[in-house]
């Protein structure tokens, strides 16, 4: 059989890649196609103490795979937890009793093929993404502001945000960014301390 010329040999190649695709199981472009991102807020509570004010909460986090893309690229993300104490006043402004925050930098590192999340300088090596999310999902007892005067709970509220933080991304990367980019990834939500407190 006499050796196939470079045009025979790239259609034939173009022919076998076609067949391969069109053999393709169903399931797996159901695999192949991105998802959205999916930040719910599944447990939020506040108890008053001797401590302080303290929250606890818990997020279902997932990450689509056009996030998950960025990671393993080397993009770090950035997931910030902010909870703010306010008194509220009918003469003025609420005023801020509180405020705390948490900060957490998720990266992939290739060489030791491991996350590492980073938060407040201490960093966290995690074998799985989701053993790596699961370590900012919840919290337990977090002090967000100094102790209350019993029965001045109905005067005051927290407020809750969880968020990708979108202004530590590379710079092309926030071009275009906004609700229905894909990237959106944030919870807000306000209880009141009289109604967390029956």
Known sequence: ?????????????????????????????????????????????????????????????????????????????????????MRERWYWLDQARGEANRRWRLGWQPLTRRWKLTQDGLSRHFVTLQEALDAMRRTTRWRIGDPIASGDEAEHHVIFRFRLDTEELPRPLQIGLGPQSGWDLSIARRINLSAAMR
Do not use: I
């Not at 998950?68 to 080397?74: D, S």
């Open 1 to 85: 059989m006499p050796p196939l010329s470079r045009r025979d040999l790239l259609q034939r190649s173009a022919s076998l890649a076609l067949a391969a695709a069109c053999l393709r199981p169903a399931g797996a472009w159901a695999d192949s196609a991105p998802t959205r991102n999916v930040a719910e807020l599944t447990g939020l509570a506040v108890n008053l103490g001797d401590e302080g004010v303290l929250l606890t909460y818990s997020v279902r986090l997932e990450l689509s795979k056009d996030l998950e893309q960025m990671l393993l690229r080397g993009v770090t993300l950035v997931f910030v937890a902010e909870a703010e104490l």
